[in-house]
């Protein structure tokens, strides 16, 4: 059991994070009372089928009436929406947390939103897998994984440690960050890898002179995990894209030249240069697994991971 007890948290948005979250209140006991939120009905229900919560509404603003915590897990365009539909029955006091993968965006449409007594404090937990929707969440998503928060100027020191202390809770180690510069770190490491396997699929799915049966017949694991990527949330990913555009576009113009020096080595034969990065690449795939953040294991371990995770629950 864990030293840290909210009376009550609100979860607005039930898929994987949201769902997780669910599960890991639970099973840590961090939560008097879980109150879950979502648009769909048919979602809600679900949720309410596979008893991630104590109470089930789809209106955000009813979920988080007396909320102590309201951690909010919808696409990110959609942020400015939810705080509207919620400052009006936040409680003084009340911590508001989302999960999105940008956070300079996620500060501009929810703070203007904020009542005042009120501590918005964005997050951005680093785990998640292709699946979606209150099925896909298990309790140990985010055990070793990080979660970065990005206070605002002014952001209440012990609503911070409150925040920093949930998120150990539920097995993330914590850093901070300014939000532009979590937006330019999850824009290499995280949104253009997505962005190349949208793209590399596609291209897959457009060649006349391959055909699709052979694309998948023949899928060696480097094109199968392209795939694992190219599966993810269409409506997420598209709100990533909209709303950290510059740091986006920085690095795939960044990327594109690099993709360019390489096809020179290529096509001049510069077999020294091809072998330097790919030995230099090949060390920073060491170093994730030396960090904990992945595992040495065929498949990269996602499956094995993915199953223990569910056979836990």
């Known amino acids: 059991m ?3 007890l909210f009376d009550k948290i609100a979860l607005i948005g039930i898929g994987l994070i949201g769902s997780s979250l669910a599960r890991v209140i639970r099973e840590k006991k961090l939560a008097k009372t879980i109150a879950v939120s979502s648009r769909s009905s048919e979602t809600l229900e679900r949720a309410h089928t596979i008893g991630l919560g104590d109470s089930y509404t789809t209106s955000a603003a009813e979920a988080v009436r007396d909320a102590d915590l309201v951690i909010v897990s919808v696409p990110v365009g959609a942020s400015g929406k939810v705080a509207r539909d919620i400052a009006g ?5 009340a911590i508001v947390t989302d999960v999105g993968s940008t956070k300079k965006s996620v500060v501009e449409q929810m703070l203007p939103e904020m009542p005042k007594g009120v501590h918005l404090i964005p997050g951005h937990p680093i785990a998640g897998t292709e699946h979606s929707g209150p ?3 298990f309790a140990h998503l985010f055990e070793g994984r990080w979660c970065i928060l990005t206070p605002v100027a002014g952001t209440d020191d012990e609503a911070l440690k409150e925040l920093i202390s949930f998120w150990e809770a539920c097995g993330s180690m914590v850093d901070r960050m300014d939000p532009d510069h979590h937006d330019l770190v999850l824009a290499i490491v995280s949104h253009l890898p997505q962005l190349i396997a949208y793209n590399i699929v596609g291209t897959a799915d457009d060649l006349e002179t391959v055909t699709k049966s ?7 694991s480097g094109f199968r995990d392209f795939t694992r ?11 990533v894209c909209l709303n950290n555009k510059d740091a986006i576009l920085e690095m795939l113009a960044r990327f594109s030249e690099d993709l360019s020096s390489m096809q020179r080595a290529i096509r001049w034969g510069d077999g020294d ?5 790919f030995s230099r690449t090949r060390q920073i795939r060491k170093s994730i697994i030396e960090a904990g953040q992945d595992v ?3 498949d990269f371990g996602r499956q094995l991971a993915y199953t223990e995770g569910h056979e836990e629950e």
């Open 229 to 239: 990527l190219a599966a993810s949330d269409p409506t997420m990913w598209r709100d």
């Open 296 to 298: 040495d294991v065929p």
């Open 89 to 93: 029955n936040l409680k003084p006091g």
């Open 2 to 4: 864990s030293d840290i």
């Open 214 to 220: 052979q694309v998948i017949k023949y899928s060696a």
């Open 135 to 137: 099925d896909a969440g």
């Open 273 to 277: 240069k091809l072998f330097d990065l």
